[in-house]
Structure formats: structure tokens, C-alpha cells
């Protein structure tokens, strides 16, 4: 199965908050799993990335939590800013690379002032 | 340019005619993607290309769909007798190689009347 899914569909937090975006996926030889970040009427960017031989990976305010054996695996957003207000896909492909990429269904944030 | 660059950004069609969408990769760029977002949706693969040659068309959803990259940078998604369900926003990626970050465009929007 190529499905990844994706929760909550919409978040909404304070300034100063964390926001915890989570994803799971089927099948189990993904080895590449990114995180995208897109704004309206842009195209996505990604955030950050992780493999499946680490369980985390932080880079900034951002950290990916990655559980193999649950084939699950989560964006953290500490200290969330309103302009963190975006919509954030998780993906997943094969052979640690870029292209073919699955996406979840995405998660709409608003961080409040 | 600095970034991967689509064009149109906007295209308005009728149903039945045909419409080419085209991709300007980031110079130097050897891997080039072509995925479909439909609103509220994450982005499908369509295609991947390794040069000239499109190394994985997979996700094409039809023959009514076909890419090209005739000299390995610049590409043109072609969609022939349009149908209103084509109707998305069309992203171009492009990474270094293909195991390596890729990045998107701003996309453009296909609307088919």
C-alpha cells in the first residue's frame, strides 16, 4: 500500500505553543520521510527529513519523531509563531529519494497572536 | 533564475482543448517531477524525469497526459482533450540528483471550464 495518512486535517494554537502533526504510512519499505510546509499559492517547501535509521531529528523549533515499528511518525513545532501558519503535508517514498513522493492529506495550522 | 519557475501561473481552459504547462528547473538541476494537486488534497506524482528521459511516468493518470524534457532541463506537461476534472494546481520540482532535496515551483492552476 502507498497510503500515507495524516491528522489532525486543521490545528489551531496559541503563540508560544507546540503543535504536534501526526502521520502514518503502510508500507514498510518507505525510507525517506519529509516534511513539507505550504503557503497559499505557493508551492510546498520542505522543512525537514528523516530516514528511518534514526527515531529523531531536530533542526531549529522543528523535530520529526519517527516510530518504525508503528509505522508512524510526527512533526513537532515548538514555540509555534503565526507565521508558522501554513498547511504542512508528511510524505514518504522509496529508495531514500524525492521523487515519487506519497502525501498525506495535509494539516491546515493557524497559530493565534 | 534562483528557483524553479512555472508558467502560466493561471490557465483557463475549455473543456476539450489542449494545454501545455511549462516547467524551468533550477540550473544545473538533473531530476525533474511533475506532480497534480487538487484542492484540499496533497500532491500526486505524475512523472519523473533523469535527464531527457522520463525515468517514471507511473502516475500519469491517462494518455491524455504527456511530458517532456527534449534537452534535459526545461520541461512542458501537455494535456490533451481536457476534461473538467483536470482541473488542479500542476507543481514542477526539481532536485540536484535524484536522491537529493527536491524543490517546488509556485505551480499553476489549471482550471478547465
Known amino acids: 500500500q502507498q497510503q500515507v495518512k495524516q491528522s489532525p486535517q486543521s490545528l489551531i494554537v496559541q503563540k508560544g505553543g507546540i503543535s504536534i502533526i501526526n502521520c502514518a504510512y503502510e508500507n514498510t519499505a518507505f525510507d525517506y520521510f519529509p516534511w513539507y510546509q505550504q503557503f497559499p499559492g505557493k508551492g510546498p517547501a520542505l522543512l525537514i527529513a528523516i530516514r528511518p535509521d534514526v527515531s529523531e531529528k531536530k533542526e531549529g523549533r522543528f523535530t520529526i519523531s519517527f516510530n518504525k515499528s508503528a509505522k508512524q511518525f510526527s512533526l513537532h513545532i515548538m514555540d509555534s509563531q503565526p507565521g508558522d501558519s501554513a498547511t504542512y503535508f508528511c510524505?514518504?517514498?522509496?529508495?531514500?529519494?524525492?521523487?515519487?513522493?506519497?502525501f498525506g492529506s495535509g494539516t491546515q495550522l493557524t497559530v493565534l497572536p | 533564475g534562483a528557483g524553479v519557475s512555472q508558467t502560466p501561473s493561471n490557465k483557463v481552459t475549455e473543456k476539450g482543448k489542449y494545454v501545455e504547462l511549462r516547467c524551468d528547473p533550477i540550473s544545473g538541476h538533473t531530476a525533474l517531477y511533475w506532480y497534480r494537486q487538487s484542492l484540499g488534497q496533497g500532491p500526486e506524482f505524475l512523472i519523473y524525469?533523469?535527464?531527457?528521459?522520463?525515468?517514471?511516468d507511473s502516475g500519469l493518470p491517462n494518455d491524455r497526459f504527456f511530458a517532456v524534457r527534449p534537452e534535459g532541463s526545461v520541461s512542458t506537461l501537455k494535456i490533451q482533450r481536457t476534461e473538467r476534472g483536470d482541473s488542479a494546481v500542476y507543481l514542477c520540482?526539481?532536485?540536484?540528483?535524484?536522491?537529493?532535496?527536491?524543490?517546488f515551483g509556485q505551480g499553476t492552476r489549471l482550471t478547465v471550464v
Open positions: 524525469f533523469q535527464g531527457t528521459g522520463a525515468a517514471d
Open positions: 510524505a514518504a517514498s522509496l529508495s531514500g529519494s524525492a521523487r515519487q513522493l506519497t
Open positions: 520540482a526539481s532536485s540536484l540528483f535524484k536522491n537529493t532535496e527536491a524543490f
